[in-house]
């Protein structure tokens, strides 16, 4: 088991799809953008590599804002990262348009991905193709789908392909506030997701005892460190100061937690 999580985000900010609830693909980064992100990966892959230095054993989620898997840095940077043996996890959020023979090299034992399927933007039958790929390589993966009332077809078409060992997880639409499903729909739902009612609600967390700052963390970057993606305040900073003055117990300060990342 893992000592410590981070979820980790540079500044990508482009995706190669453009999905209408998504903000990611509105921006098309240059090339000095992709060269600023794939520098800061690389930090962070070094710094994950120095175990002499921090001492844990790590599980890692790179959460980009728009798709990095299209990209080689990132791809070369879950192969490297699942070899070392104290990376207990690494996984990546995607949608799946690369190839997954890109990902041969990786060690099994720790990478897997977390994909994203989004019916507006790829047939159903070529997002299987991939996931067949992942299976033939022995890839471990989830499939995720946004859970808008339009996709509820490709949802259950997708649920009855897949293999049952692979986990569907429905991405709640709380953005269209919490009357947006009916009894029957969330019922529907739950079936196909075990965590959906989970998921489908913003908790009450003010006050309350959280791990994000104390075994998980979120780096951007910069190698700032905060609690989660959504508390703004920076702890310190993972290359300049050690973990131990930032890692502890802290309550939620925020009135409620929506968060499906961790």
């Not at 043996?85 to 099994?108: F, G, H, K, M, Y």
């Not at 965590?195 to 009450?204: E, G, W």
């Not at 702890?235 to 890692?247: A, Q, S």
Request: aromatic residues 10%; proline residues 5%; negative net charge.
């Amino acid at each position: 088991m893992a000592d410590l999580h981070i979820n980790w985000r540079g500044p990508l900010s482009s995706c190669n799809y453009d999905c209408g609830y998504c903000p990611f693909a509105k921006h098309v980064s240059s090339r000095e953008e992709l060269a600023a992100d794939a520098e800061a990966l690389a930090r962070f892959v070094t710094w994950c590599g120095d175990h002499d230095t921090h001492g844990r054993r790590l599980s890692i989620l790179f959460t980009p804002w728009g798709e990095g898997l299209i990209r080689k840095p990132y791809q070369r940077a879950l192969i490297t990262l699942s070899h070392m043996p104290w990376i207990e996890a690494v996984a990546i959020q995607t949608n799946l348009s690369i190839d997954p023979a890109l990902l041969a090299e990786a060690d099994r034992r720790s990478l897997g991905l977390w994909t994203t399927f989004h019916p507006d933007q790829v047939a159903l039958e070529a997002f299987l193709q991939k996931c067949a790929g992942l299976d033939a390589l022995g890839l471990r993966y989830s499939v995720g789908v946004v859970g808008l009332r339009e996709h509820f077809p490709q949802i259950e078409a997708l649920r009855a392909r897949l293999d049952p060992k692979v986990y569907l997880w429905i991405n709640a639409y709380k953005s269209a506030g919490p009357d947006y499903y009916r009894a029957e729909e969330r019922a529907w739902l739950e079936g196909i997701d075990p965590l959906f009612a989970h998921n489908a609600v913003r908790h009450d967390s003010l006050g309350l005892a959280c791990g994000a700052g104390e075994d998980s963390i979120f780096v951007d970057g910069r190698g700032d460190v905060r609690r989660c993606h959504f508390v703004g305040d920076v702890l310190g900073n993972l290359y300049d100061d050690g973990l131990e003055t930032m890692l502890g117990p802290r309550p939620c300060p925020a009135s409620r937690c929506g968060c499906f990342i961790g």
